[in-house]
């Protein structure tokens, strides 16, 4: 994905062609919800989002949050580092009080949970079997059967202002609109590959760490399960932790 120079153009071309207003127009389609806040479905880890939702995220945090940046950027980087061997890994985004911080441009992947039915609601297939595979083959690493078992659950708490669910043709319109937006930077069959759909942090770890952050990901993933270090990782954390948005 791209580092700081091309976000800032990236940024740049959103403005010029409005794609924020239009963001902004597919997330109004969604009724308003109330839920019992618990923060459960924060703590599954960090939901992906569209190219076009990260600059939305980024230029939000540059503009309105520069005393956390530090704290966004650490948290991040070790998400980034340790999704996938660390249980209690969680969205970066959520506060000490169970809050979204950023909850004014969380992605639509959080503003549309709990809009499903039981019956249409599906997680899908992450891969985690096939990837836990190919680590455990390559680089005798393990990832933990928690994480590649868990599954986030269906939430029955949300109240939504209409009354009634979604129907699931009506929220993948409403992403496949957002994932349009993308395709002013990135080729057709990339988007539509959810090739830019990746967790925030995943993708603030992609401009601020560069193009090495996926090389160096599996030593400092090796470093922590078979030594429960977090040594190499801190180094990284250090580095991302100075940067200017
Ligand atoms: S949507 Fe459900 S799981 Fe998420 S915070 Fe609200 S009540 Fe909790
Ligand atoms: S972005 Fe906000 S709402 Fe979404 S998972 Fe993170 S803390 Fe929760």
Redesign the pocket.
């Known amino acids: 994905m791209l580092q700081q120079v091309e976000l800032y153009s990236a940024l740049g071309k959103a403005e010029q062609n409005n794609l924020f207003s239009q963001l902004e127009q597919i997330y109004a389609a969604l009724p308003a919800t109330s839920?019992?806040?618990?923060?459960?479905?924060?703590k599954w880890g960090s939901p992906p989002a569209f190219f076009i939702e990260y600059l939305n995220l980024y230029r939000h945090v540059r503009d309105n949050m520069k005393d956390s940046w530090r704290e966004i950027l650490g948290k991040s980087t070790e998400y980034f580092y340790l999704e996938l061997v660390d249980v209690n890994q969680k969205c970066p985004f959520l506060n000490d009080s169970n809050q979204c911080s950023v909850y004014s441009v969380r992605p639509f992947a959080c503003r549309s949970?709990?809009l499903l039915s039981k019956q249409d609601f599906e997680t899908g297939d992450r891969g985690l079997e096939l990837l836990a595979k190919k680590f455990k083959d390559e680089y005798d690493l393990i990832i933990p059967q928690e994480i590649i078992n868990y599954k986030l659950p269906w939430?029955g708490?949300?109240t939504s202002q209409t009354g009634t669910h979604l129907a699931k043709s009506t929220l993948a319109g409403l992403a496949a609109q957002i994932g349009a937006l993308d395709y002013t930077f990135f080729p057709q069959e990339l988007v539509d590959q959810e090739g830019t759909l990746l967790p925030f942090p995943v993708h603030l770890a992609n401009t601020v760490l560069g193009s090495g952050a996926r090389a160096r990901k599996i030593k400092v993933m090796k470093q922590y399960v078979d030594q429960g270090s977090k040594e190499l990782l801190q180094g990284f954390v250090e580095k991302a932790a100075a940067f200017q948005f």
């Open positions: 839920c019992e806040g618990c923060a459960t479905c924060c949970y709990g939430c708490k949300v």
